[in-house]
């Protein structure tokens, strides 16, 4: 446990350095340049997270594969389990799989959009607005007038 506080506190530190070295990059331009090197450096930014997780949920995807395994065989070995309980087992693996593979395709596309975005600003393009979708216009409620007239 203590190595793996000191990974993440080395991992922290040099995200941290990395973070002011932009920043002092940053010093002294500003406009388009600043826009874009900002824009850049945030995608080099995300894609370094991306890998981050990608390599954390393949840890924890593996750990939960073996952990599947090593229920389902104890299961499996032992009579007191029914037949009922042994199921349970192979649909709780199968849904854990199944949950986190879906949970890294929407991840995949959040970083891709992302990405997309900050790599579409640094090329200068304006972000994409998004139009609200025009409303019809109310019916008009006739007036006490016309519906006198109407009678």
Do not use: C
């Amino acid at each position: 446990m203590a190595a793996d506080t000191s990974v993440m506190k080395k991992t922290a530190d040099s995200a941290r350095k990395l973070i002011n070295r932009a920043q002092d990059s940053l010093k002294g331009i500003s406009g388009d340049a600043a826009r874009t090197k900002a824009a850049e450096m945030s995608v080099k930014g995300i894609e370094m997270q991306k890998k981050a997780f990608d390599r954390a949920l393949n840890a924890l995807g593996r750990l939960q594969d073996q952990s599947a395994k090593q229920v389902h065989k104890m299961a499996k070995n032992v009579s007191w389990v029914p037949a009922e309980g042994k199921e349970a087992v192979d649909e709780w693996a199968s849904m854990t799989t199944n949950s986190r593979k879906e949970f890294q395709a929407s991840m995949d596309k959040s970083f891709d959009l992302l990405i997309k975005y900050f790599k579409r600003v640094a090329g200068g393009a304006a972000p994409a607005k998004k139009t609200a979708a025009k409303k019809a216009a109310p019916k008009k409620k006739a007036t006490a007038k016309k519906k006198a007239g109407a009678k």
